[in-house]
């Protein structure tokens, strides 16, 4: 992978969320000051919403980072196509409440006197929520509900919902989510990053991946990239994974405007920019060897006879001392009327070797588009796959 080729000690731009390449732009800055406010309070709902991609998910990885936690019980459920009688029991299960044969109202007293339990030890118990838009109205209620736990004055739980811009509009317009709306103490849309951010992003998580300047980046990228990803931050991950893909397929080591052409042109399934100038100089050399220009023949004798150039009059005395040490293998010095064979002979092998050049210098684009394709779905695949097991995960630790 292209990690090897630049020396990196890690995959800079993977799309699974970690909370190790935070990156705090403006609009992160902003949702992580709400987050904190909310934690300060330690009672009702906090809500994060963004576009796919915001970062939503690393923001909040990079929040539990940093709690305590010897005073804060925290639990992820990230799997939300639930009903409220399910949504209860991954609650429980995130918590590491056993709640098996256990009916709902059971399984609410299970998580009540863990609550409890954990409030007299000192700890408080925080629940995230993300993909919070997949949510029904009745377990958004559910929620409530068990927001509704408190030890004297002091509340239970607090809730973090993350979800995407549509869950901003369900909340704001639901009839049914009013007491909801009330318990809500900070809400924060994660904008894209502006253009201005890009360079550091890309600096950033590149340098935290063992960046040493190997490839170096071209200024004028960066008004390319933001033109391509709009800012989003996956986005612009899942684009810079295939410019450093393309990047050591093309074994180059400064990625400028023509590798970021290259891998739009990939992306559209165009020819690429570097296959084009190949194809035109292939094409320069085939033009040439079907209408070759002339060669500046020998000079003639007298008698007419081509007279040899000085460097086939070398190889021709190379040839009769060959002869004159070797007179047992019965050879003789050509004539001179051999001269022009010789000379021709030299010139259907120079067009001979054209041929072989072009035939391989067509083989190995060929070569390199199928090598860069086959890497592409690599990183797709490896991005899936580590998007998955990145969750399974997460379901294990709150199992």
Not at 106 to 130: M, Q, W, Y
Request: proline content about 5%; glycine content about 6%.
């Amino acid at each position: 992978m292209y990690d090897a080729f630049y020396g990196l000690t890690a995959r800079p731009f993977q799309l699974t969320p970690d909370p190790s390449y935070y990156f705090e732009s403006a609009t992160h800055r902003k949702a992580l000051s709400y987050l904190g406010y909310g934690l300060a309070q330690g009672e009702g709902f906090i809500v994060v919403t963004g576009d796919i991609g915001a970062g939503k998910s690393t923001l909040v990885g990079y929040l539990m980072q940093s709690i305590d936690r010897a005073r804060m019980t925290a639990a992820t459920i990230v799997t939300t196509q639930l009903d409220a009688y399910d949504l209860v029991q991954m609650a429980a299960e995130a918590f590491g409440i056993d709640t098996s044969g256990l009916d709902k109202a059971a399984s609410l007293k299970s998580i009540e006197n863990f609550l409890h339990a954990e409030a007299r030890t000192g700890r408080r118990c925080l629940l995230v929520i993300d993909e919070a838009q997949n949510l029904s109205v009745g377990a958004l209620e559910e929620l409530r509900m068990l927001s509704n736990f408190q030890l004297g004055s002091q509340a239970l739980l607090q809730i973090f919902l993350l979800g995407q811009p549509e869950f901003r509009d369900l909340l704001r317009d639901a009839p049914d989510l009013e007491q909801l709306r009330q318990r809500v103490i900070a809400t924060h849309h994660l904008e894209p990053m502006d253009a201005s951010e890009i360079e550091p992003y890309v600096a950033h998580r590149l340098t935290r991946a063992g960046w040493a300047g190997n490839p170096a980046l071209s200024p004028e990228i960066y008004p390319m990239l933001f033109a391509q990803t709009a800012g989003i931050p996956r986005k612009l991950n899942n684009f810079m994974n295939r410019v450093m893909l393309m990047g050591a397929v093309e074994r180059v080591h400064v990625i400028d405007a023509s590798i970021i052409d290259a891998v739009i042109a990939d992306m559209a399934e165009k020819p690429f920019a570097y296959e084009a100038q190949m194809s035109s100089r292939i094409a320069h050399r085939e033009e040439t060897l079907a209408d070759p220009t002339p060669v500046e023949r020998s000079p003639r004798n007298d008698n007419g006879v081509e007279q040899m150039t000085p460097a086939l009059t070398a190889v021709g005395n190379d040839y009769d001392e060959i002869c004159d040490r070797s007179p047992e293998t019965g050879i003789h010095k050509p004539a001179e009327t051999d001269t022009r064979p010789v000379q021709e002979l030299s010139l259907h092998q120079t067009d001979t070797l054209e041929a072989r050049l072009v035939a391989l210098e067509e083989q190995i684009i060929e070569q390199n588009d199928a090598l860069r394709r086959v890497l592409s779905t690599m990183i797709d695949w490896m991005d899936k796959e580590g998007s998955v097991e990145a969750r399974l995960q997460q379901n294990n630790r709150a199992a």
